[in-house]
């Protein structure tokens, strides 16, 4: 039966393509009529072949709730900043994924920006940043999405100025020109803090540099403030002449957020489950052993461990699962960078979220 039927349909195929170049006698001159038959049959069997296979459920592989169907990965590349260099430092992603076959590879970035930019191309799999990045990210189309939360920190944002400047209070800063990276967690502090004091954006002179760059700019004089992060922050409170004009306390209320591609996100949930609880587990060791990490950190970085020790001190550890409240914090800083036109369209963070069972199925466990 399926033969008589397979044979029925070459043969409409063989009258409907013939019809169809019945006037380019050019093309049907040149090729054999034998060998334009056979063509058009193996033309017709392959295009069956092809429906039918695409429409048999057993030839499709799906990614269900329960990723019964996922294929571990064989390598994770993980993108970091200086600031989350101790989960690499102490090797304990190899420790955990290696006996199960998955190589870790890390990658350094300046900033967050940077980092999701390379997530967005395919160089990484999964990384950290602040709350910002992913909006100027998921605004520029990229396939990233949210799969845990970093405890916020809001005394480790500062926006600094010269031990000499003028500049007295965050209303002194209308007109000066303030360095920190474009799209950073330093981008929405510097925001949140012009607005609570009655200032616009516009008020201001932004000039966005990374911030190894932000810092050369700063010692010279070219600038008149940065907005930024540890440890550069307290690096620059160290060596750099500054003082602290105000910081994120009472300001910020997100840490950030650790992300993965879409792809990585959806075919790799048994991967990601024992990272962040690696990462938890870290997260709660440093809470607990401060003096430690700085000296961990110091040589490391090649910060001194005083100045080390004050970034640490100021840190609250921790990471947490991506709940509806912090969605909604996220919402807010999507909609306030389009309000300002710093991103070319509105976005739904939810649009970047997983489901509910996805996120159920890897999230750390909060005490």
Same mark, same amino acid.
């Given at each position: 039966?399926?033969?008589?039927?397979?044979?029925?349909?070459?043969?409409?195929?063989?009258?409907?393509?013939?019809?169809?170049f019945?006037?380019?006698?050019?093309?049907?001159?040149?090729?054999?009529?034998?060998?334009?038959?056979?063509?058009?049959?193996?033309?017709?069997? $392959?295009l069956?072949?092809?429906?039918?296979?695409?429409?048999?459920?057993?030839?499709?592989?799906?990614?269900?709730?329960?990723?019964?169907?996922?294929?571990?990965?064989?390598?994770?590349r993980?993108?970091?900043?200086?600031?989350?260099?101790l989960?690499?430092?102490?090797?304990?992603? &190899?420790?955990?994924?290696?006996?199960?076959?998955?190589?870790? &590879?890390?990658?350094?970035?300046?900033?967050?920006?940077?980092?999701?930019?390379?997530?967005?191309?395919?160089?990484?799999?999964l990384?950290?940043?602040?709350?910002?990045?992913?909006?100027?990210?998921?605004?520029?189309?990229?396939?990233?999405?949210? @799969?845990?939360g970093?405890?916020?920190?809001?005394?480790?944002?500062?926006?600094?100025?010269?031990?000499?400047?003028?500049?007295?209070?965050?209303?002194?800063?209308?007109?000066?020109?303030?360095?920190?990276?474009?799209? $950073?967690? !330093?981008?929405?502090?510097?925001?949140?803090?012009?607005?609570?004091?009655?200032?616009?954006?516009s008020?201001?002179?932004?000039?966005?540099?990374?911030?190894?760059?932000?810092?050369?700019?700063?010692?010279?004089?070219s600038?008149?403030?940065?907005?930024?992060?540890?440890?550069?922050?307290?690096?620059? &409170?160290?060596? !750099?002449?500054?003082r602290?004009?105000?910081?994120?306390?009472?300001?910020?209320?997100?840490?950030?957020?650790?992300?993965?591609?879409?792809?990585?996100?959806?075919?790799?949930?048994?991967? @990601?489950?024992? @990272?962040? &609880?690696?990462?938890?587990?870290?997260?709660?060791?440093?809470?607990?052993?401060?003096?430690?990490?700085? !000296?961990?950190?110091?040589?490391?970085?090649?910060?001194?461990?005083?100045?080390?020790q004050?970034?640490?001190?100021?840190?609250?550890?921790?990471?947490?699962?991506?709940?509806?409240?912090?969605?909604?914090?996220?919402?807010?800083?999507?909609?306030?960078?389009?309000?300002?036109?710093?991103?070319?369209?509105? @976005?739904?963070?939810?649009?970047?979220?997983?489901?509910?069972?996805?996120?159920?199925?890897?999230?750390?466990?909060?005490?």
């Amino acid at each position: 039966m399926f033969k008589f039927g397979l044979k029925r349909i070459i043969v409409y195929w063989q009258k409907w393509v013939i019809f169809r170049f019945a006037n380019r006698k050019r093309l049907l001159s040149i090729v054999p009529k034998k060998f334009t038959m056979a063509f058009i049959t193996g033309l017709c069997v $392959s295009l069956l072949f092809a429906a039918c296979t695409a429409n048999n459920p057993s030839n499709t592989t799906t990614v269900s709730a329960n990723n019964s169907n996922q294929t571990k990965a064989s390598l994770v590349r993980i993108g970091y900043q200086k600031s989350a260099i101790l989960l690499k430092s102490k090797e304990l992603l &190899e420790k955990r994924l290696q006996p199960e076959g998955v190589s870790v &590879e890390w990658i350094e970035f300046p900033a967050g920006p940077q980092l999701l930019e390379a997530m967005n191309v395919g160089s990484i799999d999964l990384g950290h940043t602040g709350e910002s990045p992913p909006i100027f990210a998921q605004a520029a189309g990229a396939a990233i999405t949210y @799969i845990a939360g970093i405890a916020p920190s809001p005394a480790s944002s500062a926006i600094l100025v010269p031990k000499n400047s003028a500049i007295k209070t965050v209303n002194d800063l209308k007109g000066k020109k303030i360095a920190f990276q474009k799209g $950073s967690s !330093a981008h929405y502090m510097l925001v949140q803090v012009l607005e609570k004091s009655g200032l616009k954006y516009s008020d201001i002179q932004p000039i966005y540099l990374p911030p190894a760059d932000a810092r050369a700019a700063f010692v010279k004089g070219s600038v008149d403030a940065w907005s930024i992060w540890d440890p550069f922050y307290a690096a620059a &409170e160290k060596s !750099a002449d500054s003082r602290v004009l105000i910081d994120g306390t009472g300001i910020n209320r997100q840490g950030g957020y650790y992300l993965a591609s879409k792809n990585f996100a959806n075919q790799q949930s048994e991967t @990601i489950k024992a @990272i962040l &609880e690696e990462i938890q587990n870290l997260e709660q060791w440093s809470d607990q052993n401060r003096n430690e990490v700085a !000296a961990t950190l110091s040589p490391i970085l090649g910060i001194d461990l005083e100045t080390m020790q004050k970034s640490t001190n100021r840190k609250k550890f921790g990471i947490t699962p991506v709940t509806q409240d912090l969605i909604s914090l996220q919402q807010q800083v999507a909609d306030k960078f389009y309000e300002l036109k710093l991103i070319p369209k509105q @976005i739904n963070v939810k649009e970047a979220m997983l489901t509910p069972e996805q996120y159920a199925a890897f999230s750390p466990k909060t005490k």
